[in-house]
Each structure stands twice: as structure tokens, then as C-alpha cells.
């Protein structure tokens, strides 16, 4: 018996028939993951839209450990001079080498050109590259953000010894460094690759602490990395300049449920958790990526927006002003909820799972109406 | 335009979901976990339908990712994971569940690449070519990897001679 044979005997034997494909759901799920990229927010309430600008951010998986000694060296450079057009960096993390390029040396397609490929033993025990989850474009840098950088990429396997970034840079961005645990300071200078200006480095997970942007003038910003889940992540959104301080951090449930009738990931219950720190604010959804912001006070305005969308499930999350102490959602047949509001330096966030059309009004301590806003019906 | 795109998609997948799903049971042993990995495998091939379209090769793509995918949650749930005194399921008595799964269990001893390959090599019966094409990595790899993912395997179940082309 082939393997072959024997793989459909056993598939045959064991598998009951596939469900039916969750089409509509999953080109929703592919919509939104599009969406995030593309910092488009759909406002589910027209009466008002939120005036925070809520960034979409992928917040992948990072390892939770932080490097448990400091004893480890790191050394990056930029291309020589018989480096390949598109290498953008290369060294070493404990001495062992690294090269990070930009795409368009993938031997499958033109559809895989936008990825930045990380590769050498560093990253054993393979190589990253590839259509997955964290391969886009390291692109978007503005003056505002001046280091755009691609989702983190790690090495597969079961024990991860660097994470790779690639990140695009603004035109006025001169240098970037980036600080580590063990007190390392990286230089980096930026390399135009296919008309674009992008900086990368390795390095293990959970060293990094901060990286900064300069030009000509000196410090444009500084960025800490996000950590849901562990150390590794870079808050685009949220660069700080000279002289802003620092959020204090914060966690909070925004708002929890349970899915009705959704499949794969959005099965059970859900929950938006707010995570607040040097990187800004975000809020994640269970199991998916996170809204991010820079989380700067400021005036706001309340509002709403649909972030998760199944069939007529759909999960709406709420922004106040700081002044808001309560939201009252209105119900069709139900009568009136009041949610809970998780506190962010810059605004309060409330979240909540719904099937019907609701209404929602937001009050302050006077008991005046400061904002209100009508969902659609799902 | 976008209509058009979406009914090409709505009809891929409705045609390629099943053999996903195989496709990513075979690689984790799970259920719930090919219906995650292959969901999301279609989701991120729709939020690049047009480029995916293009490229020529849509099945393809989605494997690719269904495989990344997989590794991926190798990696994501290393350290949310736990062991235990005892295996938390043990095979019933009298039963021939046992031989039945023998090639499928055979194969979570291997790592993701090699499961891959093999999977890849043995079951969609693709080319070396397209097996490093899928993983990313050279025709020498892709030999090197199924020659130790089958040595691995015949440690643990009976194989045909000559399977190792």
C-alpha cells in the first residue's frame, strides 16, 4: 500500500464529510483583515463617527519569553557592495548571519513580491517568507510615523531565535536605532530597494525596547513594541515625539459575549481587551488582531464602529469622551443595558455583541447626552 | 467588476474547501484546527483575490498558506500548551481506531516541515519542484527533509518499499 493510498484510506476512514464552506463569512473576515490594513473604519452609527483615529494593526503571536539573559550580541549592517539590489541588512544574532531582502526574489510568483524575506541560520530552523499571515508590505511611513514596519516574522519552530522586522521609512527619516534589553544600540541606516527607503534588523525575541526615527535635526520619534502576548510588536500609531510622555499602562475588558452561530476562530465566547502602554492603546478582539491608537488626550467625540461581522451577529465597539460615566444601550424589545466603559488615557471604550439594531446614548456626569448613535440592522 | 471577483471566489472555495480541509487535517490532526487554518487560508487569498487571480494559480496560493498557517500555529500555541502526567485520551479497548489512524498519527512525531513534505510529496502527489515552491525552500531541501520524514515514519509504521521516489 503507497502512502498515498493509504493517506485516503485513512482520511476516508476517519473524516466525517467537511462542513459546508463558510464562504460569506470568511470573505467578511478577509474584508476586515483588508479593511484593518488599509485603516478604513466602517462606521456603524451615522448619526456620529468617532473622531479618534483608530489604526489597524495586526497583532501576531510573539514569543511570551523575553530573553532570560542578556548575554546574547547582535550586529547589523547595510548592503555591500556585492549585495544582491534588493538586500536591505544583514548581520548576526549570537553570531549567527542574517539577511533580510525585499521580495521579488521568490521562486513562486509575482504575487508573493511584496513580502520581506528573512533569511540565514539565525532564522533556523527555515526561513521566513512566504503568503502567510505576516507577509505584507512594509509600507506606509509618513512624516507622522516614520518607520512603517511589516508584521514581526519569527523563525518557525519550536524554538524561535530571532524575529526579523522590515519597515519602510519616511523621506526625512536619516537613521533609526534600535535599543535592546542587554543595552545594544542598532544603527540603522535606511537602503532604497525598488524606489522605496526601508531599514531591517534581527534580532532574539523579546530584546527589543524601543526604536527611534532621526533626521537631519535630530529625534523625529520613538516607538515602543506592543506586547499582547509577549515583547515584539511596533505600535505604528503610536510614535511618540520629544517631549510627549509615556501612557502608564493599562488593561481592561471593553466588552465580552459569545459568538452566535460563527465557525472556525469566532466559535464560544469573545472579548475586547484594552491594552494601554508607551505603544498607545489598543483593543483586541479574542483570537484576532487589534485597533490601535495613539492614545494621545485630546477632544473626542463619541462614536461606534462594527468590528467583527458574521451573518447577523455583529460585534460593535464604542469610544466616549473622557467625561462619559455611562453608555445605555436601547434594545428593540429588550428595554435598556447599561455597558461597562474600560478607561483609556484618551478616551472610554465599551463593546457589545448584538443580532438586532440598538440604539446608544452616552451621558456624563450631569447626566447631560454627550453623544447617540443607532446601529444598522445586521 | 468586484461582483465578478466575488463569484469567482464564492466558487473556488465552495470547490477547493473540502480538499482544504483534508489538506489541514492531515497536517494537524484536528478538526477544529484544519476548519481554522483553512478558513484563514481563504480569508487572507480573498484579501488578495485580484493579485491571487493574476498570479494564475489559486490553489496553489491557498495551500501555501494552509501549510504556513499550520507551522504558524505549531509555533503560537508552543507555549500555551502543556503537558500532563498521563495522555488525556487513551485508545478503547477492542476497537480498530488504533491501526486506522496509524499513518495520521505517525505523522505528528515529525516536525511541520517534514509533515509537510511528506503531505505535500506523498499525498497531493506534487513535484519536488512544487513542494519547495510551497515551503519556500530548495529541491535539495525538499529530498533531504522526506528522506528523514520517512526514515522517522518507518520507526513507527510499515511503509512500502520503494516509497522514498
Known amino acids: 500500500v503507497s502512502l498515498h493510498e493509504q493517506f485516503d484510506r485513512e482520511l476516508g476512514a476517519i473524516s466525517p464529510p467537511p462542513p459546508p464552506a463558510p464562504v460569506e463569512e470568511t470573505m467578511r473576515r478577509g474584508t476586515w483583515m483588508r479593511r484593518r490594513r488599509h485603516a478604513t473604519a466602517v462606521a456603524c452609527t451615522a448619526a456620529v463617527v468617532a473622531a479618534a483615529i483608530w489604526v489597524p494593526l495586526a497583532v501576531h503571536w510573539k514569543d511570551s519569553s523575553a530573553p532570560e539573559t542578556s548575554h546574547y550580541t547582535v550586529t547589523v549592517q547595510p548592503p555591500g557592495p556585492t549585495a544582491p539590489v534588493n538586500e536591505i541588512a544583514y548581520g548576526t544574532v549570537n553570531g549567527k548571519a542574517w539577511r533580510i531582502l525585499m521580495g521579488k526574489t521568490s521562486p513562486n510568483d509575482a504575487s508573493f513580491d511584496s513580502c520581506a524575506e528573512m533569511l540565514g541560520p539565525a532564522f533556523e530552523p527555515e526561513p521566513v517568507t512566504g503568503p502567510d499571515t505576516g507577509c505584507y508590505p512594509p509600507r506606509g511611513a509618513t512624516l507622522a510615523n516614520p518607520v512603517a514596519f511589516d508584521p514581526p516574522a519569527f523563525a518557525v519552530g519550536p524554538d524561535p531565535q530571532a524575529l526579523g522586522l522590515a519597515g519602510e521609512v519616511a523621506a526625512n527619516v536619516t537613521h533609526v536605532t534600535v535599543t535592546l534589553t542587554n543595552g545594544t544600540l542598532l544603527t540603522l541606516q535606511p537602503v532604497t530597494v525598488y524606489g522605496d527607503r526601508y531599514v531591517a534588523f534581527a534580532a532574539p525575541t523579546g530584546a527589543v525596547v524601543q526604536v527611534t526615527a532621526y533626521s537631519r535635526r535630530g529625534e523625529i520619534a520613538r516607538a515602543f513594541p506592543f506586547a499582547p502576548d509577549g515583547p515584539d510588536w511596533f505600535l505604528d500609531t503610536g510614535w511618540l515625539r520629544p517631549g510627549q510622555h509615556e501612557l502608564a499602562p493599562v488593561t481592561a475588558v471593553v466588552g465580552s459575549g459569545r459568538y452566535t452561530g460563527g465557525t472556525g476562530l469566532f466559535q464560544g465566547s469573545w472579548s475586547v481587551v484594552l491594552q494601554q502602554g508607551p505603544w498607545g492603546v489598543c483593543e483586541t478582539l479574542t483570537g484576532e488582531d487589534g485597533l490601535c491608537g495613539p492614545g494621545q488626550p485630546g477632544p473626542r467625540r463619541a462614536g461606534a464602529q462594527v468590528v467583527y461581522k458574521n451573518g447577523r451577529y455583529e460585534i460593535c465597539e464604542g469610544l466616549t469622551p473622557l467625561d462619559v460615566t455611562r453608555v445605555v444601550l436601547t434594545l428593540p424589545g429588550s428595554g435598556s443595558v447599561t455597558v461597562q466603559l474600560a478607561g483609556g488615557a484618551d478616551a472610554k471604550y465599551w463593546a457589545f455583541g448584538y443580532t438586532k439594531a440598538f440604539s446608544w446614548t452616552a451621558y456624563n456626569a450631569a447626566d447631560l447626552v454627550v453623544g447617540s448613535g443607532r446601529t444598522s440592522q445586521p | ?165
Open chain 2, 1 to 165: 467588476m468586484k461582483a465578478e471577483l466575488d463569484e469567482e471566489f464564492r466558487a473556488f472555495m465552495h470547490a477547493r474547501w473540502p480538499a482544504m480541509i483534508r489538506l489541514g487535517y492531515v497536517l494537524t490532526g484536528d478538526r477544529g484546527h484544519a476548519e481554522e487554518v483553512a478558513q484563514a487560508a481563504f480569508a487572507n487569498a480573498y484579501m488578495a483575490w485580484p493579485r491571487v487571480i493574476r498570479a494564475g494559480n489559486p490553489d496553489a496560493y491557498v495551500r501555501q498558506i494552509v501549510v504556513n498557517e499550520d507551522r504558524n500555529r505549531f509555533r503560537k500555541r508552543r507555549v500555551r500548551e502543556f503537558s500532563t502526567g498521563s495522555p488525556p485520551d487513551t485508545p478503547i479497548p477492542g476497537t480498530d481506531l488504533d491501526s486506522r489512524t496509524t499513518l495520521i498519527d505517525a505523522l505528528k512525531v515529525l516536525g511541520p516541515r517534514q509533515r509537510a513534505v511528506v503531505v505535500l510529496r506523498y499525498w497531493l502527489d506534487l513535484t519536488e519542484t512544487e513542494t519547495a515552491a510551497t515551503l519556500n525552500c530548495s529541491v535539495g531541501t525538499v529530498r533531504s527533509q522526506a528522506s528523514r520524514a520517512l526514515a522517522t515514519l518507518r520507526q513507527h509504521i510499515e511503509l512500502a518499499e520503494g516509497e522514498l521516489r
